[in-house]
Structure formats: structure tokens, C-alpha cells
């Protein structure tokens, strides 16, 4: 008997990026989130582990930190709109890594 309220993270994960089932479950991903347009994206890149995957994700926020300066979109703020970095882990972890400015 199966349990109707358990999901597959990734079946939830799929509605919202197309791009989904290109990545290799087995591995760790950094995910991206257009704000100004509301979508996900990804990044070329995997990883074998979730420590190389999260200080890749952190060397993204530096980068869109150059790109989308805090002073002009709000940053990683709520209410601003810097592109968002999340981590996309083999059993469907999946959460937001921000960095402290």
C-alpha cells in the first residue's frame, strides 16, 4: 500500500522547471531564480557532493552581486529583486543559499 501524501520531491520540483528531468538525480545541482521574470534556471554544472555544490552557489551570489548590485535590486532581500541561488540535492533537497553581505 502506497501513501497517497508522500510525493517525489522531484514530480513537485518538475512543475515548476521544464528542465528537470535533464539533470542526473544522482548529483547535486545549483539552481537559479529569475525574480524579474519568475522562472527557474539552471546551471550547467553538477556535483558530486553537497559541499562543492554550496561554494559554487556561494561564488554565484558574489558574481550576481557584481552583476545586480544589492544598492540597485534590493538583493537577496525579499522584497529585492537579485536573482535568487538555490541547491538541488539527490533526494530532493532543495533550498535557498543566500550570503550575508
Not at 554565484?60 to 540535492?89: C, H, M, N, T, W
Amino acid at each position: 500500500m502506497t501513501d497517497k501524501s508522500r510525493r517525489d520531491p522531484f514530480e513537485e520540483l518538475g512543475r515548476l522547471m521544464p528542465f528537470l528531468p535533464e539533470l542526473d538525480r544522482s548529483r547535486w545541482h545549483v539552481i537559479g531564480y529569475d525574480t524579474f521574470a519568475g522562472e527557474f534556471y539552471r546551471y550547467p554544472q553538477s556535483f558530486p557532493d553537497e559541499d562543492i555544490a554550496r561554494t559554487a552557489a556561494v561564488h554565484r551570489l558574489i558574481q550576481l552581486e557584481k552583476e545586480q548590485p544589492s544598492e540597485s535590486s534590493g538583493g537577496q532581500a525579499d522584497e529585492g529583486i537579485q536573482d535568487r541561488v538555490f541547491i538541488l540535492g539527490p533526494g530532493g533537497e532543495f533550498y535557498r543559499v543566500v550570503v550575508e553581505p
